[in-house]
């Protein structure tokens, strides 16, 4: 039974730092494409960042590169997502996701950990 | 970039049947992905590949897209069905995912 587990949320300052995990059961990170989705409050979804099965390709949402990295640990079988320069408009619940074996959407969802960007 | 762009809410009666579209240019041509999102609760992919249904999935949830509309249609509809839907596709120019602006289900 696949299940994903977000931690790492909290209350950060605007221009800080925050690193999301999200620890994987039921299948293998290192066998699939693996996604970061966040939320804000009372709007919509909004795709953050993609890591290939093979970890050689990331991709991120514009809003987002150069300040994230998505990263993932096979040993431990978790995925990160590494946030820098905070801004309050980051403000949201992220979520992990399993990308499919073939194809191009979010086969399972993590509960989502809540970052709040606030001094 | 892609935008989608779905109806804002929808009401329907119990046992009726519920429809919610997904607009964009040259949908057709994209594999869409639709999600049901219960109050406070995370996404769960409901329809794949515009109509196909993963395992768990009632058949009351059908999905069909051309042209530059997507729709997903809910059968038979029930209370539980009550939730926002979002409609999602990948844009191959940019290599992002896309998610529609979504649409939220009343059930009266």
């Known amino acids: 039974q696949v299940q994903l587990v977000e931690s790492g949320g909290g209350v950060v300052q605007p221009g800080r730092s925050l690193r999301l995990s999200c620890a994987a059961s039921?299948?293998?990170?290192?066998?699939?494409?693996m996604h970061w989705v966040r939320q804000s409050p009372g709007k919509g979804l909004e795709w953050v960042a993609l890591?290939?099965?093979?970890?050689?390709?990331?991709y991120y949402a514009d809003s987002v590169k150069g300040r994230f990295t998505i990263s993932r640990d096979n040993s431990k079988n978790t995925l990160y997502l590494q946030m820098n320069s905070l801004r309050p408009e980051d403000t949201a619940v992220y979520y992990c996701?399993?990308?499919?074996?073939?194809?191009?959407?979010?086969?399972?969802w993590g509960q989502g950990t809540l970052v709040t960007v606030s001094s | 970039s892609y935008v989608l762009t779905q109806s804002p809410s929808v009401s329907v009666a119990p046992g009726q049947t519920a429809r919610m579209t997904c607009g964009g240019d040259?949908?057709?041509?994209?594999?869409v992905h639709w999600y049901q999102q219960k109050s406070g609760q995370a996404p769960v992919l409901v329809v794949y590949d515009d109509s196909d249904r993963p395992s768990g999935i009632p058949e009351r949830f059908s999905g069909s897209n051309s042209g530059n509309t997507a729709t997903l249609t809910i059968s038979r509809v029930e209370a539980g069905d009550e939730a926002d839907y979002y409609c999602q596709v990948w844009d191959s120019s940019s290599d992002h995912y896309v998610f529609g602006t979504g649409t939220k289900v009343t059930v009266l």
């Open positions: 040259n949908i057709g041509s994209k594999s």
């Open positions: 039921g299948f293998t990170v290192s066998s699939y494409g």
């Open positions: 996701a399993k990308g499919p074996g073939f194809g191009y959407y979010f086969e399972y």
């Open positions: 890591i290939s099965y093979d970890g050689r390709s990331k």
